[in-house]
């Protein structure tokens, strides 16, 4: 027994710590629920309500972002075609989360073994996570600095479908221009030369880097100039990307979108350089479309206004959810597991150093 241990403490975590599991299996499972039904809720609304009118067959020209720079696509999409593509890509990310680290089975066997902490093993409920930390602390800092000064709303007048489409369309075209462009783009040119390695193998080697630049420093070229070029990327990217919602696209947001911009930058990027461009683009899909999509579908069917309070009952829903009990609930998780980490690397260095380790 540890000097300062408990007699009765190592029992009550067994069993708190299945309870806990448990709990948070739940909440998880309700937010995965309106995750599976925010799709049908989304097309239907795009194609079948008095949201759409003739706009889902609207023609116009797709843009992308490079870094802070807007850049049109020589071509007209109509809005609706848009729509269902992303919807493919965020479908297909989401099965390729699933599909990553241990499965699901496994995960939860573990979490209930081993404590919460193992839920995170697979890259789904990893993600899943990702979406409630980010919304809840965005939440926050909006709410806080919506005190002292104006944050602005860029989305109010206009055509409403067109609204909701771009905020559909935000998550993929900001992560691909502000992530895989400012970050993995830099994570690729620095690890690129490498003379003698065949083309295919180069190649190869450079679309693991952009999808995940961590890659470049674990296993490509495990230098410190190669880790601090792709971090300082990273904040680079977020400094852009809290300054574009202010200054970039026409205007809207105000200067108290600057701190939550940046700070969604910060996470964003993390996500990105540790886990891979679909996690980071399925945690800012839950900032934009999960959010925001059953409030256009109360206005598609049921005539109420989106950005009404309360709104429509699945809104309401999904903001207790997002921005309450699952948001806190992912908040403390990720700092048990941050602070569990931090703790156990401290043992281990103490260990190291102890006189008894030094003994051969």
Known sequence: MEPNAQPGARPLQRLLGP?????????????????????????????????????????????????????SLPFLVPYGAEFLAVVVVYLTMFGLAISQGR?????????????????LSNRAILTLVSIGFLVFTAGVIDEVMSFFVPIGNPFV????????VGLALAPLREELGFRAILIGVAAVVVTLPRPGLPAKETVKSALRT?????????????????????WAAGAFSAG??????????????EVGKLPEATYGGVVLAYLYIRYGFHVAVLAHWGIDYLPSVFAFYGQGVYRIP?????????????????????????????????????????????NCNSPLSEVH
């Open 240 to 253: 852009a990307f809290g300054v574009c919602h202010v200054a970039c696209g026409g205007g809207g947001w």
């Open 19 to 71: 309870i806990l599991v448990g709990f948070f299996l739940i909440l998880l499972s309700i937010t995965a629920f309106l995750i599976v039904l925010s799709f049908p809720a989304g097309i239907y609304t795009v194609f079948f309500t008095s949201l759409s009118d003739s706009t889902a067959r609207t023609l116009g020209y797709p843009f992308l972002w490079f870094g802070p720079v807007a850049v």
């Open 210 to 230: 952009l999808w995940r630049p961590s890659v470049a420093y674990e296993s490509i070229d495990n230098s410190t100039f190669t880790l601090v070029v792709i």
């Open 306 to 350: 989106w950005n009404s309070s309360p709104g429509y009952v699945l809104q309401q829903v999904v903001a207790s959810d997002l921005f309450g009990v699952f948001g806190v609930a992912c908040v403390i998780l990720v700092f048990y597991v941050g602070i569990s980490k931090l703790w156990s690397a401290e043992r281990k260095k103490r």
């Open 103 to 119: 499965n699901l089975p496994s995960a939860i066997a573990s979490g209930f073994r081993n404590g919460v902490g193992d839920l």
């Open 157 to 164: 007048g206009g055509d409403d479908l067109l609204t909701f």
